[in-house]
């Protein structure tokens, strides 16, 4: 038995591949971003506070991304930008992890060092559980549908 021809294969150059995930990713990460920063005017930190905005933006983000993940992984046949576009371009570009830590600098400079040591355990403490409890919400709400 002989190999199968190679060159016979048409193989789509790897950019071809990934450049429509790159450009979805960036129009996403656009789109969060602006969302994140938003928010941010809306709801200014004062100086040397808790930085509630940031906490409540990456709590909530991550609770979207806890629901998202249980819809497109268990419910619904995404295409495959949409997991791309949403889950690392929108909720990526607005939950801010590079805030976190820039606020949390900014409490231990103006010397606030309990709230940053309460900023840095509660933030992920609260997105990791936001992303627990919303995946094993929207898996119990779903199960609930089905007949």
Known sequence: MTAPNTESVA????WRVQAPVV????????TGAAARYAASLWWPT???GFPWTTFWVNVAGC???GVFMVVITEV?????????????????GFTTFSTY??????????????TGLAYLAATPLAALTAVWLAAWAA?????????
Not at 139 to 147: S, V
């Open 101 to 114: 830590a820039v606020g949390s600098r900014n409490l231990f400079a103006a010397d606030q060092v309990r």
């Open 76 to 92: 619904w046949v995404a295409h495959r930008l949409v997991r791309p576009f949403f889950g690392t371009g929108v909720l990526g």
């Open 63 to 65: 609770a979207v991304i």
């Open 139 to 147: 898996r119990r709400a779903l199960k609930w549908k089905q007949p």
């Open 46 to 48: 004062h100086t040397g």
């Open 11 to 14: 193989v789509r150059p790897a």
């Open 23 to 30: 450009l979805a990713i960036s129009a996403g990460g656009g």
